[in-house]
C-alpha cells in the first residue's frame, strides 16, 4: 500500500462511479496516516502476527561505515554455505548535494571485494526486460549478490537469500527499512540484516536504527514512525506530517478516538443524515471542513 499515493489509490475507488467498493489494503507497516486511520475509526484492522511455518525471525544489526571488511567477511561466509546477498544503496550515482553511498560505486567495490562471485545489478532506470533478466540470474542462483536500489523494496521472492545490507540505511524511512528486511527470511536458513551508516547520525535516525535492530514488529514500527512523522492529513492526501490540531495527539489519544468513535456511531445510527434539528450545528460543521477541499477521508 505505501508504494501508491492517496489520489493513486483512490483511481481504484473510481472505478465505478455508482457503487463503493469493499477495499483489502495491505501493508507490512502501515504508513502513518493509514495508521492513524485505524485509531480514527476508519479502518477495520486484521493482524497477521505469526511467521510461515519453518521461518525464523530476522537477526538485524547496525554497523558503521568503518566495519565494512567484517561485514564483507560476514556475506562470504554466508555465500560459501550456499546463500546469497542483496546489497542495497539509496542513489544510483554520486550526488552533489548528499552524502550517501550510491550504487554505481558500490557496484565497483563490491565486484573489488567479491571477484570469486557473479554480481547481478538492478536500479530504476533500466530497461524492464534488463531488469527481470538481472533478478533471474539471482533466483536462479547464477548470481550470488544482488547490487541494487529500492526497486527490490517489493514483489522479490529468493527464499535463498540470507543477507540483507542497506547502505547509508540513514536515509531510509521505517516502512522502507522494514519492507527492504522482508526481502529476507523467505526461507528456512537463518537471515541477517545489516544497517550501515557513517557515524553522523541525526537524533531521529539512531531511533529508526535503535528501533529496526529491537524489533521485526510491523505494527510497532509503523507507531514509532506515526510518532516521529505525525499522521498527516487524514481529509488530504499528505501521508504523513503534522496534523493541525490544537490539542489532540493521534498517537496518544487512541483511547479518547475510541470512545468518540462509538458516540459518533450511536449519533449515526439514530440519524444517518444528521437531520435533527438538535444536529444541525454538527451538520454545518463538517460541511464548512469540507466546502472547499475535496475530502479524501475514505481513501484507505
Not at 129 to 145: A, G, L, P, S, Y
Not at 166 to 193: K, P
Not at 212 to 240: C, H, W, Y
Not at 252 to 259: F, G, N, R, V
Amino acid at each position: 500500500q505505501h508504494r501508491f499515493g492517496v489520489a493513486q489509490r483512490s483511481k481504484l475507488w473510481q472505478k465505478n462511479p455508482r457503487v463503493i467498493p469493499h477495499v483489502l489494503v495491505m501493508t507490512a507497516t502501515p504508513i502513518p496516516r493509514t495508521l492513524a486511520m485505524t485509531l480514527y475509526g476508519d479502518l477495520d484492522v486484521s493482524v497477521i502476527d505469526e511467521l510461515p511455518a519453518g521461518r525464523k525471525e530476522i537477526m538485524t544489526v547496525h554497523r558503521y561505515d568503518a566495519n565494512r571488511l567484517k561485514v564483507f567477511g560476514f556475506i562470504r561466509e554466508q555465500i560459501r554455505v550456499g546463500r546469497q546477498a542483496y546489497m542495497v544503496y539509496p542513489l544510483i550515482e554520486e550526488s552533489e548535494t548528499m552524502d550517501y553511498k550510491d550504487l554505481t560505486d558500490g557496484y565497483e567495490s563490491v565486484k573489488r571485494a567479491f571477484p570469486e562471485y557473479n554480481i547481478s545489478i538492478v536500479h530504476g532506470k533500466m530497461k524492464p526486460q534488463d531488469k527481470d533478466f538481472e533478478m533471474q540470474r539471482f533466483v536462479k542462483n547464477e548470481t550470488q549478490i544482488m547490487v541494487a536500489t529500492t526497486v527490490i523494496e517489493v514483489g522479490v521472492n529468493v527464499p535463498n537469500a540470507s543477507v540483507m545490507v542497506i547502505e547509508s540505511a540513514e536515509r531510509f524511512g521505517l516502512s522502507q527499512l522494514h519492507q527492504l528486511r522482508g526481502r529476507v527470511g523467505r526461507g528456512a536458513e537463518q537471515s541477517y540484516c545489516v544497517l550501515m551508516t557513517s557515524y553522523k547520525l541525526s537524533k531521529e535516525s539512531k531511533i529508526r536504527l535503535e528501533t529496526m535492530v529491537r524489533t521485526n514488529n510491523g505494527f510497532e514500527i509503523a507507531d514509532i514512525d506515526l510518532k516521529l512523522r505525525g499522521p498527516g492529513d487524514l481529509m488530504g492526501t499528505q501521508q504523513s506530517g503534522v496534523l493541525d490540531l490544537l490539542v489532540a495527539d493521534l498517537s496518544k489519544d487512541a483511547k479518547i478516538l475510541q470512545e468518540s468513535r462509538a458516540v459518533v456511531q450511536d449519533l449515526l445510527a439514530q440519524d444517518p443524515t444528521l437531520s435533527l434539528p438538535e444536529n444541525e450545528n454538527i451538520r454545518r460543521h463538517i460541511q464548512s471542513l469540507s466546502k472547499n477541499t475535496v475530502n479524501w477521508s475514505r481513501i484507505s
